[in-house]
């Protein structure tokens, strides 16, 4: 089971920037994809970003297109998010899938959850 510890989270203006981190570990295999996920009050959990070990590629939501990066260094894994939105606030929660294959299309796909950490984006 891999295992996460989150960081990052907190409150900021519209335009402002934050930046979360995803420290993980207990992966079994080589090949893995991991990434960070939200759930907005009242909506559904949905992908923001995710990067795959198969294929090196890393995908991102169209709502934040532009103003997310994604980067890896070593077991950690930054979402460096700027020019944020109030409809950016949600629980964040980074997440793997241990195996070959890009990233799941569904939340559903993914088979580790961190705990989550709170983005409020707000004037």
């Known amino acids: 089971q891999v295992q996460f510890v989150e960081s990052g989270g907190g409150s900021v203006q519209p335009g402002g920037s934050l930046q979360l981190s995803c420290a993980a570990s207990g992966f079994t295999s080589d090949y893995y994809a991991i990434g960070w996920y939200r759930r907005a009050p009242g909506k559904e959990r949905e992908a923001v970003a995710c990067f795959s070990s198969s294929d090196g590629y890393i995908s991102y939501a169209n709502a934040v297109k532009g103003r997310f990066t994604l980067s890896r260094a070593g077991n950690i894994v930054r979402l460096q998010m700027n020019n944020l939105k109030p409809e950016d606030t949600a629980v964040y929660y980074c997440?793997?899938?241990?195996?070959?294959?890009?990233?799941?299309?569904?939340?559903?796909?993914?088979?580790?959850w961190g705990q989550g950490t709170a983005v409020t984006v707000s004037s």
């Open positions: 997440a793997a899938r241990q195996g070959w294959g890009p990233c799941p299309p569904s939340p559903s796909g993914m088979g580790s």
